[in-house]
């Protein structure tokens, strides 16, 4: 059985392989000033996510309300919002999947309840926490409720739906399902053996439809980062380990209705076609992205090697053109551009995107390429980092940090605490600068914090998204799907936590200005104060660091 473990980050953004997530005591006056601010600021996130909630926006509801859990994190009304947003999410992404839908029409019953019990084995045996069997049911039950009223699951699978049976089906469903003793794997997999069965009577839904709703409604209410994979989800986080997938080359996200191109990936299909950052997909093969969920969208825009997929793009400066796109296989380079910024000081740049398998090859090139050039101090960006590979996260630490922990790794399986400590030979000592956002998560988390907690560099930005946990990519035996699940919580080298912590900046930047669309262009230190900030920070360092080489 194959299994990657790494920090994932549970961005709702379309990744590119697509086509290519300390307290201050104050008075008390200030403390009831706060308590007041912090309502007003909830309420104004809670309406504006209900207003997305009843335009059905539902990718960008979860962002929002996701971002507001992250200023809020113990705000339960948050929380419920996100949770309801997420099961509508979740059910739009499998039902624009294509090889979700040919696995509802084709697995048997039989092998779906032992698909079912197959996840909860793995639940056990490998979950952060102890499961709550009776809870992971109740909340498939939440699953196949919310299906129940979404078009894209009845017109499938339930012919007989009319509003009153299905409102009378859910309403036996709990009578039947809420006094049942659920304490045991087999218990819970009877349950919802005997919720298909009800379903198939009263509706005469399709019942493997109704147990994959019960396993995605446990293993997508674990926490935010454990889901059902689909076969298509599972390739596509392959493809994102290791750095190259099939498509088109650019990495997009919803915004209004259409698909913006955040980054058209060097050297790729879409580039060489003519489309640049910051156009938006107006239709694909002729048909409109205003009349397509975002994953539905996405689907249209997968294909094989060598076939073609047609586009009307607009760019905000011309008129709106056509173009014709081969898909092919494209490598997606885990470094931006490097430079030297200031030659004066030899102070070298370079965007380091994510901690993906290629990221250590990528990362020897650059550096020895920066060094050839002059580099004698580096700043390394890390904005909008969402992680990726453990492993990797750990090795690239140990290009800066010559000894000592890099990072500790926590769970309930003794298996998952592992203590991942530096090697000296290799080990690069050029004074180090690292920018963070609140968009560099996980193994972005992991490489500031071990350069923060060792003092072997100075961190600038704002305080980092504050994902502390691991997740494993378990394959699953009777399907070509899979599941991600935390396995392990991390720490950093002095043993502090990251979940909804994050890294706090040893230089605070609060305002960076970075481009409205989102992309990663190579950014210039006049436009960005983050930058600014940064430059200045590797100043001071090349200037100790001369003053130290003179004594």
């Not at 009831?32 to 996510?49: C, F, P, R, Y």
């Not at 999410?89 to 039902?95: H, Q, T, V």
């Not at 946990?469 to 080298?493: E, M």
């Amino acid at each position: 059985m194959r299994r990657r473990v790494f920090s994932v980050f549970g961005a709702l953004r379309l990744a590119a392989l697509v086509l290519f997530f300390v307290s201050t005591a104050v008075a008390q006056q200030t403390t009831t000033i706060s308590i007041n601010t912090h309502s007003a600021e909830v309420g104004k996130a809670l309406q504006d996510g209900r207003r997305l909630e009843r335009e059905r926006r539902w990718g960008e509801a979860l962002t929002h309300y996701e971002d507001a859990i992250r200023e809020f994190p113990y705000d339960a009304s948050l929380q419920r919002r996100f949770d309801y947003t997420r099961l509508h999410y979740d059910l739009g992404r499998r039902y624009a999947d294509r090889s979700f839908r040919q696995a509802v029409a084709h697995l048997p019953l039989e092998k779906a309840l032992e698909l079912y019990a197959q996840v909860l084995l793995k639940i056990e045996s490998h979950y952060v926490e102890a499961p709550n069997w009776k809870r992971l049911v109740e909340h498939g039950t939440n699953n196949l409720e919310v299906a129940l009223g979404e078009p894209a699951f009845v017109d499938r699978n339930v012919p007989e739906h009319n509003r009153a049976a299905v409102t009378a089906f859910c309403h036996e469903l709990r009578r039947t399902l809420g006094p049942r003793v659920i304490t045991t794997r087999t218990a819970a997999r009877d349950a919802v053996a005997s919720a298909a069965a009800l379903a198939r009577q009263r509706l005469a839904a399709e019942p493997t439809a109704v147990v994959l709703e019960y396993l995605c409604g446990a293993t997508n209410s674990l926490d935010h980062y454990s889901a059902y994979l689909t076969p298509g989800q599972l390739n596509d986080v392959y493809s994102q380990i290791e750095g190259n997938f099939v498509g088109l080359g650019i990495e997009l996200k919803a915004v209004a209705g259409e698909l913006l191109v955040i980054r058209v990936i060097p050297g790729s299909p879409a580039q060489q076609a003519g489309m640049l950052d910051g156009d938006r997909i107006r239709s694909v093969d002729g048909q409109s992205t205003r009349d397509l969920s975002t994953d539905e969208a996405a689907s249209l825009l997968q294909g094989d090697a060598g076939s073609v997929v047609s586009l009307v793009v607009v760019t905000p400066t011309r008129q709106p053109r056509q173009l014709s796109i081969r898909r092919r296989r494209v490598e997606v380079p885990s470094i931006g551009e490097a430079k030297i910024l200031d030659p004066q000081h030899g102070i070298a740049y370079f965007q380091l995107r994510c901690f993906q398998k290629t990221t250590c090859r990528d990362l020897d090139k650059t550096l020895w390429k920066l060094h050839r050039d002059g580099m004698k101090s580096l700043i390394m960006d890390l904005r909008g980092n969402p992680g990726g590979l453990l492993t990797t996260a750990v090795d690239v630490v140990d290009k800066f940090v010559p000894r000592g922990v890099i990072v500790s790794t926590r769970g309930r399986n003794t298996q998952e605490d592992f203590t991942y400590q530096a090697r000296t030979p290799g080990t690069w000592r050029v004074p180090l600068v690292v920018m963070i956002d609140r968009d560099s998560a996980s193994a972005a988390e992991i490489f500031a914090g071990a350069i923060r907690d060792h003092r072997r560099g100075t961190i600038v930005g704002v305080r980092s998204y504050g994902k502390g946990s691991v997740q494993g990519i378990f394959p699953l035996d009777l399907s070509t799907a899979g599941v991600r699940l935390t396995t392990a919580r991390f720490y950093s080298p002095t043993g502090r936590p990251y979940g909804r912590i994050g890294v706090e900046p040893d230089v605070l930047v609060r305002t960076t200005a970075r481009p409205v669309d989102g992309s990663l262009a190579f950014p210039a230190a006049a436009e960005d104060a983050m930058l600014a900030a940064a430059l200045e920070a590797a100043r001071r360092l090349a200037g100790r660091q001369q003053a130290l080489n003179m004594k």
